[in-house]
């Protein structure tokens, strides 16, 4: 074998499967190189020194014996390990590079040049550990990485000091923790031509969602200039969820959410000094605008389901943009190591029962809750102080709080975005996490008792004093088959991927008004009448909310749409029945800028609401806003799964008028597939159900309202609870009787509500009656689905 055979492999020679040779981080960007360059995916030229090249170096300066000195005087008690790493990487540093070796090295350096027309190119020179990306051990983050090296002596000089990082202090521990011999370990060194993304952007995604493991999402994280701000949780990212269903049709865009990050900071080239790169402050433009544009959001989606494909596993992957010519390339690719390796057989759900005042809030990294004492640590010099058991404060994480974060309960940064070191370690460990909450080590303080919360979707929060929460495991394992067509309710769409692996026919009920209230908070009125806005607050706030929107309806419709989509998205292509917003006037006029808009009613659950809003002056415009955002979900982001339904229409007439409404705004029933149901929660939808039956294509039955209106009690009222009752004679009869009149006219009927699992007697009323399906919450599907079972088995 020649030398340069020996000692360095260009990427195009290289396959996953020789990482004994260059390590798992080069052998996969060959595997790539090899067989994905060639269908669209960009990838930046390169060449890997091999093992064979570390050994040559080692042997060359007799550091095999001093190694093993070093090591065997630690093991022994005889030197700290921090002693032991640093001699260990002063020999390295300080070792010459043999002639065979270094001359291979730069004479691929130059052709690496060449390729590019370039006297010396700029690379990046990363580590490439041969231990590394195992299936039950990953080293990536614990060896260093050089970024815009630039010239021969540079190059060598970041050669030696890849190599000594092989003897971090983490790596040591790390090794033998893992019981990995220090000497059948080598570190190759991967030589890669530059992006520019300091002039551009970058960021890291993976192939599934990070948090709940759905297999059909791809989370993408993306900031300003170089990506090692990214990984390390410097800079609060950008963030985008894309449904990869969707992704071949090239007449949609299956964008589900669009999170913009502060990108306060970005890492450039550095002018001059020691280091290559650094850090400086983004323009307020920049940290307003998206990094990445729907198109190229796209793009990386595609790319990562591809590689996916190709791996045959779900994918942690970096990206990169250069500035000079807007190119998108990979950079990185390496097998997700956490929710890909998680039971699938059960699902554990945290419920927060008793909770103080909301301190901080973030990104919540894990669904678990905890409750503790702080500890704050800014600085990795004072790790030392820290208290085993607590819940670790600091700014950001690295490699290097590696052992204080495996003591810790619960981990809370100021900075960072999901795919950053905290939130990637924080998984891998097991612990829920917040990052990026901006400003918990100002606002938390040591010893102060909290409950750290991560169970109530994307935001989590911290509150104040130890609080109270339950723990219910559900088991997937052997769930039985129902002609009964049990589905999900669900609201919150920050939730919504926790419970994909249930097996449930679809959402049954999702609230518009839940999303509206908690992702979008202003009233959709003040955002079509802003001019006439009289509230200086309300103003002041939806211009800070709506920034970048030209036109501030367009910022309701988005945000409506995404919400509602990471909903639809869950149980496609099976059907999402979207309620049409029903807030009562006094919850109206609780959103930003509402008050001014809504009138005054002595009671509003009998008042402007549901229905009766859609047509009138008053809300017009706002539900055009409402049916924008549909036929965005449907018609531009794909998911035509979605059923309309209408809630407390109180009168064929007024079934009319809305039907007349929704066409007028582009939802005409029937066409491109869609679906309109109304809700039966008023004894006029029942005695008139053949009526309705005639307009709408399915009902849902809303046992709350038709119980109060069947039976004359305010559903609220306190004092007439025992009166407050599902299973009266008289409610079961209106629900029989629409069960009955939407069969024998051939459309849709369903129930939403909490009854069937608390009375086992009430599901089996209605399988009896015929009902199609029984929406219920999340938790109580697997109850439902075996008291629904039960009840088919003794017809």
């Given at each position: 074998m020649a030398a340069s055979e020996e000692f360095v492999i260009w990427f195009e020679g290289l396959?996953?499967?020789?990482?004994?040779?260059?390590?798992?981080?080069?052998?996969?960007?060959?595997?790539?190189?090899?067989?994905?360059?060639?269908?669209?995916?960009?990838?930046?030229?390169?060449?890997?020194?091999?093992?064979?090249?570390?050994?040559?170096?080692?042997?060359?300066?007799?550091?095999?014996?001093?190694?093993?000195?070093?090591?065997?005087?630690?093991?022994?008690?005889?030197?700290?390990?921090?002693?032991?790493?640093?001699?260990?990487?002063?020999?390295?540093?300080?070792?010459?590079?043999?002639?065979?070796?270094?001359?291979?090295?730069l004479a691929s350096y130059r052709e690496l040049s060449g390729k590019y027309d370039m006297n010396e190119a700029d690379v990046a020179v990363r580590s490439s550990a041969t231990a590394e990306d195992l299936p039950d051990a990953s080293f990536a983050g614990q060896q260093e990485s050089f970024l815009n090296i630039t010239g021969e002596k540079a190059l060598l000089d970041a050669c030696r000091r890849c190599y000594a990082s092989l003897f971090t202090d983490r790596a040591i521990s790390y090794r033998k923790a893992k019981g990995f011999d220090h000497f059948k370990v080598a570190l190759s060194v991967g030589v890669q031509k530059m992006v520019r993304a300091d002039i551009g952007a970058s960021g890291v995604m993976f192939s599934i969602d990070t948090e709940t493991g759905f297999d059909r999402a791809v989370l993408i994280n993306a900031a300003w200039g170089?990506?090692?701000?990214?990984?390390?949780?410097?800079?609060?990212?950008?963030?985008?969820?894309?449904?990869?269903?969707?992704l071949d049709n090239e007449n949609l865009m299956p964008i589900l959410e669009k999170k913009r990050g502060s990108k306060k900071i970005k890492m450039i080239y550095a002018k001059s000094g020691d280091n290559p790169v650094r850090?400086?402050?983004?323009?307020?433009?920049?940290?307003?605008?998206?990094?990445?544009?729907?198109?190229?959001?796209?793009?990386?989606?595609?790319?990562?389901?591809?590689?996916?494909?190709?791996?045959?596993?779900?994918?942690?992957?970096?990206?990169?943009?250069?500035?000079?010519?807007?190119?998108?390339?990979?950079?990185?690719?390496?097998?997700?190591?956490?929710?890909?390796?998680?039971?699938?057989?059960?699902?554990?759900?945290?419920?927060?029962?008793?909770?103080?005042?909301?301190?901080?809030?973030?990104?919540a990294i894990g669904d678990s809750v905890v409750t503790g004492e702080v500890s704050v640590i800014k600085s990795v010099k004072d790790i030392d102080k820290f208290v085993d058991g607590s819940i670790l404060v600091t700014d950001t994480t690295d490699p290097d709080w590696v052992p204080i974060m495996k003591r810790a309960a619960a981990i809370v940064t100021d900075h960072g975005g999901r795919t950053s070191h905290a939130a990637i370690v924080s998984r891998e460990l097991g612990l829920p996490a917040l990052v990026g909450t901006g400003d918990a080590?100002?606002?938390?303080?040591?010893?102060?008792?909290?409950?750290?919360?991560?169970?109530?979707?994307?935001?989590?929060?911290?509150?104040?004093?130890?609080?109270?929460?339950?723990?219910?495991?559900?088991?997937?394992?052997?769930?039985?088959?129902?002609?009964?067509?049990?589905?999900?309710?669900?609201?919150?769409?920050?939730?919504?991927?926790?419970?994909?692996?249930?097996?449930?026919?679809?959402?049954?009920?999702?609230?518009?008004?839940?999303?509206?209230?908690?992702?979008?908070?202003?009233?959709?009125?003040?955002?079509?009448?802003?001019?006439?806005?009289?509230?200086?607050?309300?103003?002041?706030?939806?211009?800070e909310l709506t920034r970048g929107y030209e036109n501030k309806g367009d910022y309701f419709?988005?945000?409506?749409?995404?919400?509602?989509?990471?909903?639809?998205?869950?149980?496609?292509?099976?059907?999402?029945?979207?309620?049409?917003?029903?807030?009562?006037?006094?919850?109206?006029?609780?959103?930003?800028?509402?008050?001014?808009?809504?009138?005054?009613?002595?009671?509003?659950?009998?008042?402007?609401?549901?229905a009766s809003r859609y047509y009138s002056d008053r809300y017009r415009d706002g539900f055009a806003l409402e049916c924008r955002a549909i036929r965005k979900l449907r018609e531009e982001i794909g998911l035509d799964n979605v059923v309309v339904m209408i809630p407390f229409c109180r009168s064929l007439e007024e079934a009319d008028k809305v039907l007349e409404v929704m066409a007028e705004n582009g939802l005409l029933r029937g066409e491109k597939g869609l679906q309109v149901y109304v809700m039966c929660e008023i004894p006029s939808n029942v005695i008139l159900a053949e009526e309705f039956a005639k307009r709408f294509d399915g009902?849902?039955?809303?046992?709350?309202?038709?119980?109060?209106?069947?039976?004359?009690?305010?559903?609220?009222?306190?004092?007439?609870?025992?009166?407050?009752?599902?299973?009266?004679?008289?409610?079961?009869?209106?629900?029989?009787?629409?069960?009955?009149?939407?069969?024998?006219?051939?459309?849709?009927?369903?129930?939403?509500?909490?009854?069937?699992?608390?009375?086992?007697?009430?599901?089996?009323?209605?399988?009896?009656?015929?009902?199609?399906?029984?929406?219920?919450?999340?938790?109580?599907?697997?109850?439902?689905?075996?008291?629904?079972?039960?009840?088919?088995?003794?017809?």
């Open positions: 396959r996953r499967k020789d990482g004994e040779k260059v390590g798992g981080k080069n052998s996969s960007l060959g595997e790539m190189v090899q067989t994905l360059k060639g269908h669209g995916i960009n990838v930046p030229d390169g060449f890997a020194t091999t093992s064979g090249a570390y050994w040559r170096f080692v042997d060359a300066n007799d550091l095999r014996d001093f190694i093993a000195d070093q090591i065997g005087a630690w093991e022994n008690g005889d030197a700290s390990l921090a002693e032991t790493g640093k001699a260990i990487r002063k020999a390295f540093v300080k070792a010459t590079w043999p002639k065979d070796l270094a001359e291979t090295i170089l990506g090692e701000n990214v990984v390390q949780g410097a800079v609060d990212p950008d963030e985008y969820t894309v449904f990869k269903p969707l850090n400086v402050n983004t323009s307020q433009k920049e940290r307003d605008a998206q990094v990445l544009s729907d198109a190229e959001i796209i793009q990386l989606a595609r790319w990562a389901r591809d590689i996916e494909g190709h791996y045959e596993c779900p994918m942690d992957i970096e990206w990169a943009r250069d500035g000079q010519n807007g190119g998108l390339f990979i950079v990185q690719a390496r097998p997700e190591t956490v929710q890909s390796r998680l039971d699938a057989g059960e699902l554990k759900h945290y419920t927060v029962t008793k909770k103080g005042k909301a301190l901080v809030s973030g990104l080590t100002q606002t938390l303080h040591d010893e102060q008792e909290v409950t750290v919360s991560c169970a109530e979707g994307d935001e989590g929060f911290v509150y104040e004093g130890i609080g109270e929460y339950d723990v219910e495991t559900l088991s997937l394992d052997d769930i039985p088959e129902t002609r009964t067509k049990i589905m999900l309710n669900v609201g919150n769409p920050s939730a919504a991927f926790r419970w994909w692996r249930l097996p449930a026919e679809g959402v049954g009920l999702a609230r518009m008004e839940f999303v509206i209230n908690n992702w979008i908070k202003v009233h959709p009125v003040a955002l079509t009448r802003f001019d006439k806005l009289e509230d200086d607050g309300a103003r002041k706030t939806i211009e419709v988005d945000r409506l749409a995404q919400g509602l989509a990471k909903i639809a998205a869950t149980y496609y292509p099976k059907p999402t029945i979207v309620r049409m917003s029903d807030f009562k006037t006094n919850e109206y006029a609780g959103l930003i800028g509402g008050a001014q808009f809504e009138p005054q009613e002595e009671n509003p659950m009998l008042g402007f609401r549901g009902f849902s039955i809303g046992s709350n309202d038709l119980t109060q209106l069947t039976l004359g009690v305010d559903r609220d009222a306190g004092s007439l609870s025992q009166l407050f009752d599902e299973q009266d004679t008289a409610v079961k009869w209106m629900i029989g009787h629409v069960i009955e009149a939407a069969n024998k006219a051939g459309v849709k009927i369903g129930l939403c509500g909490q009854a069937p699992s608390d009375h086992p007697e009430f599901a089996a009323f209605l399988v009896e009656k015929g009902i199609d399906t029984i929406s219920v919450t999340p938790d109580s599907f697997l109850e439902v689905k075996e008291v629904v079972k039960r009840c088919e088995d003794q017809r």
